[in-house]
Antibody, heavy 116, light 112 residues
Framework: EVKLEESGGGLVQPGMSVKLSCATSGFTFSDYWMEWVRQAPGKGLEWVAEIRNKANNYATYYGKSVKGRFTISRDDSKSIVYLQVNSIRSEDTGIYYC???????WGQGVMVTVSS | DVVLTQTPPTLSATIGQSVSISCRSSQSLLDSDGDTYLNWLLQRPGQSPQLLIYSVSNLESGVPNRFSGSGSETDFTLKISGVEAEDLGVYYCMQATHAPYTFGAGTKLELK
């Protein structure tokens, strides 16, 4: 059974940092490109970041609204994908989901609330 | 960035009714590898999104065959042939041909 489980969210002060994790199991993680997608409260889905696999040199890509502040990374030995969020802003508030490149498996999401 | 325009924003349907959702792209989603990476997802209230259709018309495993997708280049349609109560929620088209990947604004399917 494929599982993705996000963690690391919570209440964060503006300008601070948070690191989200997505632990996976049930598939060959190292073969997959992985994605982060977020959803602001009551809003639609927004693609955030992608990290490709070793065969694609672990290339990373970011949405324009997060480029330069967010960093996606992975640990193939642990089957975990991370999202480092720096200089966090109020507009970063929302649920963060990890998913595979095929968008076929999703975690339950982790809530990040930016507030002082 | 590719803009995906979904219509209608809201859809009211009765159980058993057939409905369609349109997704128009600001540029062709035909990739250089010959595939078109246009997907349809459903997000039920309080749940994570669920993949329904990938690459325009391919039904994801486990998804009922009352869902179907069609289209090409810039014009795409999701059809539900006989809405059931479990189909209620927000439908999103999304493209993964051009980075940054983008989603449509969503179509909320409600019971009439």
């Amino acid at each position: 059974e494929v599982k993705l489980e996000e963690s690391g969210g919570g209440l964060v002060q503006p300008g601070m940092s948070v690191k989200l994790s997505c632990a996976t199991s049930g598939f060959t993680f190292s073969d997959y490109w992985m994605e982060w997608v977020r959803q602001a409260p009551g809003k639609g889905l927004e693609w955030v970041a992608e990290i490709r696999n070793k065969a694609n040199n672990y290339a990373t890509y970011y949405g324009k609204s997060v480029k330069g502040r967010f960093t996606i990374s992975r640990d193939d030995s642990k089957s975990i994908v991370y999202l480092q969020v720096n200089s966090i802003r109020s507009e970063d508030t929302g649920i963060y989901y990890c998913t595979t490149y095929y968008f076929d498996y999703w975690g339950q999401g982790v809530m990040v609330t930016v507030s002082s | 960035d590719v803009v995906l325009t979904q219509t209608p924003p809201t859809l009211s349907a009765t159980i058993g009714q057939s409905v369609s959702i349109s997704c128009r792209s600001s540029q062709s989603l035909l990739d250089s590898d010959g595939d078109t990476y246009l997907n349809w997802l459903l997000q039920r209230p309080g749940q994570s999104p669920q993949l329904l259709i990938y690459s325009v018309s391919n039904l994801e495993s486990g998804v009922p065959n009352r869902f179907s997708g069609s289209g090409s280049e810039t014009d795409f349609t999701l059809k539900i042939s006989g809405v059931e109560a479990e189909d209620l929620g927000v439908y999103y088209c999304m493209q993964a041909t051009h980075a940054p990947y983008t989603f449509g604004a969503g179509t909320k399917l409600e019971l009439k």
